[in-house]
T-cell receptor, first 110, second 112 residues
């Protein structure tokens, strides 16, 4: 079993839809959870960072962590064409190293 | 503006040649990282450094070398021993453990 598994997509939604992006992980020592957005030919940009179970909201983005199920999600409300990108989950363990999911390509259609 | 600058944006390597990718940050971060990104593979850690004059191998260090002589700089050399160097290389930095990493815009390396 891979340490971090991410829904591969691609995902295509109409503008204004609610988007759900998901990752599961296997190592219960993982403690810190991040979501990055990566536009084509660019570096990843940090969207959300959390370390506790529950929800964290920032504008149209909500990060959800369920440590008991080892499951993390990113929700995007009122999705816009500018949200079209690859979304990467990343999880930090006790050794300070990040383990990344393979990314989900999202397209929001006007 | 504070940030991470990677250069060049595109780089071509001939067979048997070593090439060096530059990464400079003005965020005053202690830790710096190099990742390799291949299509469908996600990001894989090559080397990381948590302090000047010290660095550790990541998961795929073979065929690569680094130095960390200054806090703001962490160059990566792709040596001729790296047989499959074509990839997108990303440099990141953070202020230390438990702090998120911030990325540059990458260097795309191709083989001539």
């Amino acid at each position: 079993q891979k340490e971090v598994e991410q829904d591969p997509g691609p995902l295509s939604v109409p503008e204004g839809a609610i988007v759900s992006l998901n990752c599961t992980y296997s190592n219960s020592a993982f403690q810190y959870f991040m979501w990055y957005r990566q536009y084509s030919r660019k570096g990843p940009e940090l969207l959300m960072y959390t370390y506790s179970s529950g929800n964290k909201e920032d504008g149209r983005f909500t990060a959800q962590v369920d440590k008991s199920s080892k499951y993390i999600s990113l929700f995007i409300r009122d999705s816009q064409p500018s949200d079209s990108a690859t979304y990467l989950c990343a999880i930090e363990g006790s050794n300070y190293k990040l383990t990344f999911g393979k990314g989900t390509l999202l397209t929001v259609n006007p | 503006d504070g940030g991470i600058t990677q250069s060049p944006k595109y780089l071509f390597r001939k067979e048997g040649q070593n090439v060096t990718l530059s990464c400079e940050q003005n965020l005053n971060h202690d830790a710096m990282y190099w990742y390799r990104q291949d299509p469908g593979q996600g990001l894989r850690l090559i080397y990381y450094s948590q302090i000047v004059n010290d660095f550790q191998k990541g998961d795929i260090a073979e065929g690569y070398s680094v130095s960390r002589e200054k806090k703001e700089s962490f160059p990566l050399t792709v040596t001729s021993a790296q047989k499959n160097p074509t990839a997108f290389y990303l440099c990141a930095s953070s202020s230390g453990g438990r702090q998120p990493q911030h990325f540059g815009d990458g260097t795309r390396l191709s083989i001539l």
